[in-house]
């Protein structure tokens, strides 16, 4: 047999490292931190395993935790005390996420992002402020345009707490240029934005409202969140965000969505991030307890297939786990 060609000459144990083509380091992951308004210990979110809501005081303690596997960014949520129509909550002073941003930026090295959105704090649980005959389900639910001072004032309030990074994930139209207008104005021209840039309307996020208690009460976020069914329409929602001066652009959710990631990262040359969900994140513990998988081999697989689709950073519940796997 003349076989010229065998790529199995690249695969043994001495050369392989050589030839690999993608790495991954703790250096390219977030871990998203719940903080929450309404506990003064520490709770297990169940559809998580392995993830906590923790109160104010016990920030620092959590932040220093993940930083303690060689991750150094973390995005904080927050859950508030209470919750109103307009999602005040959100922009207060002393507001929940605004108090453990200061906390957290005083007492540890870590970079804190923050998640500039509404759902947490609306008592009807969408990203924005209703518009009219929303609840009785005549036209569309959130009012773009009466929602972007909102998301304004979030990300003021974010970036006066000390936020190292502000990502808005709302989806709303033209809210990157509104927070980069709102942020310039307060002085805080050198906070960049990642923006959610293509968002789906995904039910992988099912067990993430359950964490951070941000289910909507009625309907459902199709009226600003992406359709699945649409790739080519991703394009059009990032050249928006970039022209609109994102300095991160993220797909969201990142497995089922790689092909997103691979266009993004083809066609624009800002960082891209890559949100691996909470649903991306309860499945594969939910296999793995029932004994069929391995989950430090699928986390490190599945980090490992995002980065190659082209991500250069990954949101995920996984980062502490596959950061100490890596050391
Ligand atoms: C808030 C927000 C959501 C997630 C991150 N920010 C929920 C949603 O859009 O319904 C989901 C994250 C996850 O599932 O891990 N807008």
Redesign the pocket.
């Known amino acids: 047999m003349d076989l010229r060609n065998r790529p199995r000459r690249l695969r043994g144990d001495g050369v392989r490292g050589l030839v690999s083509e993608t790495s991954l380091a703790p250096s390219d992951l977030i871990a998203?931190v719940f903080v929450d308004a309404t506990t003064d210990e520490r709770v297990p979110i169940e559809s998580m395993p392995g993830h906590e809501r923790v109160p104010v005081d016990e920030a620092v303690a959590r932040v220093e935790e993940v930083r303690e596997t060689g991750v150094e960014a973390v995005m904080l949520?927050g859950i508030p005390t209470e919750k109103d129509a307009e999602g005040s909550r959100a922009w207060a002073g002393d507001g929940i996420v605004q108090e453990a941003t200061r906390r957290v930026t005083a007492e540890t090295d870590a970079y804190v992002v923050t998640?500039v959105?509404m759902?947490?704090y609306t008592e009807h649980g969408h990203?924005g402020l209703l518009a009219e005959g929303a609840r009785e389900g005549e036209g569309l639910t959130v009012d773009n345009d009466a929602t972007l001072p909102a998301l304004e004032r979030i990300a003021v309030s974010h970036a006066r707490a000390g936020a190292d990074m502000v990502a808005p994930?709302?989806m709303m139209d033209g809210m990157v240029a509104a927070i980069r207008e709102a942020l310039d104005e307060d002085g805080h021209d050198e906070v960049p934005i990642m923006s959610?840039a293509a968002?789906y309307e995904s039910a992988?996020?099912g067990?993430?409202?359950d964490a951070?208690d941000?289910a909507p009460s009625f309907g459902d976020?199709r009226h600003y969140?992406m359709d699945p069914a649409n790739r080519r329409e991703a394009m059009r929602e990032v050249s928006l965000d970039v022209e609109q001066g994102a300095d991160v652009l993220m797909v969201?959710?990142a497995l089922p969505y790689l092909d997103v990631v691979a266009d993004v990262r083809r066609e624009f040359d800002h960082p891209v991030a890559a949100?691996n969900?909470?649903?991306e994140?309860a499945m594969l513990h939910a296999a793995a307890e029932k004994g069929w998988l391995d989950l430090e081999a699928v986390a490190h697989e599945s980090l490992l297939s995002i980065k190659r689709a082209g991500a250069d950073l990954i949101l995920t519940?996984f980062a502490e786990d596959v950061a100490r796997s890596l050391s």
């Open positions: 998203p949520f998640d959105c759902c947490e990203c994930s709302g959610y968002k992988f996020y067990p993430f409202r951070a941000g976020r969140q969201k959710p949100y969900v909470s649903g994140y519940y």
